[in-house]
């Protein structure tokens, strides 16, 4: 079996190479395919080739071979070309907006040409308007005329058809036109959407805002391209079937002529049917006509698919883009956030130290507690400069909104804007700290917080007469500072004036009882004397200037019913009813040791009646006697008012 084969080979070459000429020539496969069928010929032709013993045979099969040989390098080299072309398509990214850029390069028309386009279909409107109405008129006049019968106006009819088709022919070309009118107008505007995308811009608040308000707009205008990709594509499809329907008519009309062409010749002559055919070769003139119509329109409607199928393309594409584009902006955002976070974390480990350590070294009690409220205010403040700063390209339009907001709440909330004004001016100009005693508006109380809004007080005094909390919070909003005077007990130095009234009689020796009085006031309030002196050193640095002179005095007032010597004293604010009850009692104690001085209390005069006249005088009366009337001021009884007391402050 072997022996023989080459033999086979031998003898039906001619056949081997004229199927593999067929084969080659006639092969129209893919070039994968190609190169395995070239290289299994190839095998064969090899075995032909060595098998042929003639000589000018294996010369032929041999240049044969070598071009087969080349055209299957060829081919692999192709092959290798578009593995390659491939690789760098993979390569390149594929994202939307890169796909969108494809897209848009694809886009052949621009906005001058479909606009030239439009006007000159307007201007052919204008001359199939002004026929149409030709054709119309004449046909008015046909049927108007008398004997004209239904046969004779079916051509006329036929034209006013066509001058219709024509001007819808005309409107659905000028649809088209705008159509892709609109496709270029769309290439433009997403040209632009491309260029400042690729414009390396730092992801914020607004851009974010804008891409996704821009990916909800464009749902609904995919929802509009949807309907109108819709009513084209129906259009379109009654189109063809109308342009399909007109043509098997006019088919039709052939083959009806051809029968009545069959009916009448040179012998035989049929008016009747004459006449048919006259008219039947007329309608299937004007269908002729209309059939390019026809055909325009459906061009027209084509067109008009086509532009809304790539307007449809790239709003979906251009859908992708954007919100690939938000993704990006929310990532590089969140990525922006890192720092701010750094910075709050930083903040919030600052203000720990602070409020738990480094405050409780430096202030005790009112103070800390004041020191605290500030720097938790402090942190708030430089939190929302951190978020601000960063958060915000454009800090001039932000100052611009806020400063328009600030105004609007100005307006609406006056009386909180200037609470918040006055709690500014309450921390910056340092009148009052918490701890301090006040007077505003006849309440006095001592300062327990300092708030933004307001400042909450325990009140002292009122009712109870004396420096004592009469168990009730007051609640100030913080504009009391630019509408109330404010008395502050405390400022500079904690020690106020009082003083004692005391009323001796006539009888008692002044210049003893002043002496008394001012010994009692040296002695008992010595120590406090001393701290107001010193309190006052520190007044005379702050304004440079002398409070007053802190020693005891006894002042003396004249009154009706004896001589009053005033006791003024200084003592702590949150100890002058300590220090009066003091006074009083070393009074009474020496008032009780010295008898020659003798308090005194208001008396009342009782004036004796004078007799009543004889008669009365002729106009007022009878004049009373003045002369047993004693004195003016000499008592003639003496009571007392009220029990004798030491007034207080």
């Known amino acids: 079996m072997s022996a023989t084969h080459p033999v086979s080979l031998r003898r039906g070459w001619p056949l081997w190479l004229c199927l593999l000429f067929c084969v080659y020539t006639l092969n129209a496969a893919p070039d994968d395919e190609r190169i395995e069928r070239l290289q299994e010929d190839l095998k064969t032709l090899e075995t032909v080739v060595t098998g042929t013993s003639n000589a000018s045979e294996k010369g032929r099969l041999q240049l044969k071979l070598e071009r087969m040989n080349q055209e299957l390098r060829v081919l692999q080299e192709r ?5 390659r072309r491939l690789a760098l398509l993979d390569q390149q990214p594929s994202k939307p907006i890169d796909r969108l850029r494809e897209r848009i390069r694809a886009i052949d028309v621009t906005v001058e040409d479909m606009e030239r386009r439009i006007q ?8 199939a308007v002004t026929e149409r109405d030709v054709a119309e008129a004449r046909l008015t006049a046909a049927k108007a005329a008398t004997g004209t019968k239904e046969t ?8 006013l058809v066509n001058r219709n088709e024509m001007l819808r022919s005309l409107a659905l070309q000028r649809e088209a036109a705008e159509a892709r009118l609109e496709l270029a107008r769309e290439g433009d505007r997403l040209r632009e959407f491309v260029k400042n995308v690729d414009v390396t811009t730092r992801p914020n608040l607004k851009l974010m805002f804008d891409a996704y308000t821009k990916a909800r707009e464009m749902e609904k205008s995919e929802d509009k391209l949807n309907l109108l990709a819709t009513a084209v594509g129906n259009n379109l499809q009654i189109a063809r079937e109308t342009f399909d329907l007109a043509q098997l008519k006019l088919a039709k009309f052939d083959e ?5 062409e069959k009916q009448t010749g040179f012998f035989r002559t049929d008016p009747a049917v004459a006449k048919l055919l006259v008219a039947q070769k007329a309608q299937k003139r004007m269908l002729a006509e209309r059939i390019p119509i026809y055909q325009a329109q459906v061009e027209a409607l084509r067109s008009a698919d086509g532009a809304v199928a790539a307007r449809q393309e790239l709003a979906s594409i251009e859908k992708e883009a954007v919100l690939q584009h938000f993704e990006d902006l929310k990532s590089g955002y969140v990525q922006r956030l890192k720092w701010p976070t750094v910075a709050m974390s ?8 602070l409020h738990y350590l480094l405050l409780p070294l430096a202030y005790r009690k009112e103070g800390l507690f004041l020191a605290r409220r500030l720097g938790r205010y402090a942190c708030l403040l430089l939190a929302v400069c951190v978020f601000a700063g960063f958060l915000f390209d454009d800090l001039s ?3 611009a909104t806020l400063g328009i907001v600030s105004a609007a709440l100005v307006i609406a909330l006056q009386d909180v804007c200037t609470s918040i004004a006055g709690w500014f001016v309450i921390m910056t100009g340092s009148k009052f700290k918490i701890g301090d005693r006040l007077e505003i508006e006849d309440s006095q109380g001592d300062v327990i917080d300092i708030q933004l809004l307001r400042t909450t007080l325990v009140e002292v005094a009122n009712w109870m007469d004396q420096d004592h909390p009469t168990g009730r919070v007051l609640v100030i909003p913080n504009n009391f500072i630019f509408k109330s005077k404010v008395f502050n007990y405390s400022h500079q130095h904690p020690f106020i004036w009082g003083k004692l009234e005391i009323m001796v009689t006539y009888s008692t020796p002044i210049a003893e009882a002043t002496a008394l009085f001012h010994r009692v006031l040296a002695e008992e309030m010595i120590e406090e004397f001393a701290a107001a002196q010193q309190a006052a050193d520190v007044f005379r640095k702050r304004y440079g200037v002398d409070d007053a002179v802190y020693q005891p005095r006894v002042n003396t007032r004249l009154a009706d019913s004896g001589v009053y010597l005033d006791l003024v004293y200084v003592a702590h604010y949150r100890r002058s009813t300590a220090a009066r009850n003091r006074i009083v009692r070393r009074v009474i104690t020496e008032l009780e040791k010295n008898p020659r001085i003798q308090l005194a209390y208001p008396t009342a005069v009782e004036i004796a009646a004078a007799p009543a006249p004889d008669a009365p005088s002729a106009i007022m009366g009878t004049e009373p ?3 047993s009337r004693p004195p003016f001021g000499y008592p003639t009884a003496q009571f007392p008012l009220r029990p004798p007391v030491l007034p207080g402050r």
């Open 79 to 83: 092959q290798e070309l578009e593995r």
């Open 120 to 127: 000159e279909i307007i201007t052919l409107r204008r001359a």
């Open 152 to 159: 004779d106006t079916a051509e006329l009819n036929e034209q």
């Open 256 to 260: 009806e002529l051809v029968l009545l």
């Open 346 to 353: 930083g903040l919030l480990l600052v203000y720990g130290l």
């Open 397 to 399: 339009m932000v100052a």
């Open 625 to 627: 006697d003045t002369g």
